[in-house]
């Protein structure tokens, strides 16, 4: 079936880039997406690429994917305290409609003052 | 507002006893889907709704069900809860061919 891979762990200084990767296998993705969850919040839909594009870019956020090599990355420019969160990559590979997302673990981002 | 409704949001039990969770959307979105997150496992899917009355299993459905008798609405069910469904559930909808709007999450705890 799909998997989707992401590291647990970011610890990154205020004020610098945060770079979160994810890889997946599937490689019918239509949509790929990157979820924000806040402490004891739901998830926050951030951003989403089709799977014909190779980058998307919209203020702090850039999205890249490199879909030969089925990676994809979300950054985060001049990160804020407000950026600590969990984020959660997602493919959605359903070519008739919205049936299933698969989700990565979540990468926890810790901002360092 | 356009959202996604759960509730309890907060759920102690006991082995056994039967629960509901409930679901509701106003934005008559046609999919509807149930996951649970688990640490380190990020959010499988338990079962989702394609519209009324079509329901179908995701990638953990043992031990729970649901039902879609309404478009708004999609309970989930867990007929005899066990410790192992301690977990934070999440309801989600979209359309057709829209992204998925989530719910707040309800965290369940069965003891």
């Known amino acids: 079936g799909e998997d989707v891979e992401q590291s647990l762990f970011l610890s990154v200084r205020e004020g610098d880039s945060s770079v979160i990767n994810c890889t997946y296998t599937?490689?019918?993705?239509?949509?790929l997406y990157w979820y924000k969850q806040e402490p004891g919040a739901g998830l926050q839909l951030l951003t989403y690429?089709?799977?014909?594009?190779d980058m998307k870019q919209d203020q702090r956020l850039t999205v890249l994917l490199n879909k030969k090599d089925k990676h994809l990355s979300l950054r985060i420019a001049d990160t804020q305290t407000g950026d600590s969160a969990i984020y959660f990559c997602?493919?959605?590979?359903?070519?008739?409609?919205?049936?299933?997302?698969?989700f990565g673990t979540g990468t926890r981002l810790t901002i360092i003052p | 507002e356009a959202q996604v409704t759960q509730n309890p949001r907060y759920l102690i039990t006991v082995t056994g006893k039967k629960l509901t969770v409930t679901c509701s959307q106003n934005?008559?979105?046609?999919?509807m889907s149930w996951y649970r997150q688990d640490p380190g496992l990020g959010l499988r899917q338990i079962y989702y709704?394609?519209?009324?009355?079509?329901?179908d299993k995701g990638d953990v459905p043992e031990g729970y069900k649901v039902s879609r008798k309404e478009k708004r609405n999609f309970p989930l069910i867990l007929e005899s809860p066990s410790p192992n469904q301690t977990s934070l559930y999440f309801c989600?909808?979209?359309?057709?061919?829209?992204?998925?709007?989530f719910g707040s999450g309800t965290r369940l705890t069965v003891v």
């Open positions: 709704s394609m519209n009324v009355e079509v329901t």
């Open positions: 997602a493919e959605s590979s359903s070519n008739f409609g919205n049936e299933k997302l698969t």
């Open positions: 599937d490689s019918s993705s239509t949509y």
């Open positions: 934005m008559n979105h046609e999919y």
């Open positions: 690429i089709f799977s014909n594009m």
């Open positions: 989600a909808s979209s359309s057709r061919t829209g992204h998925y709007t």
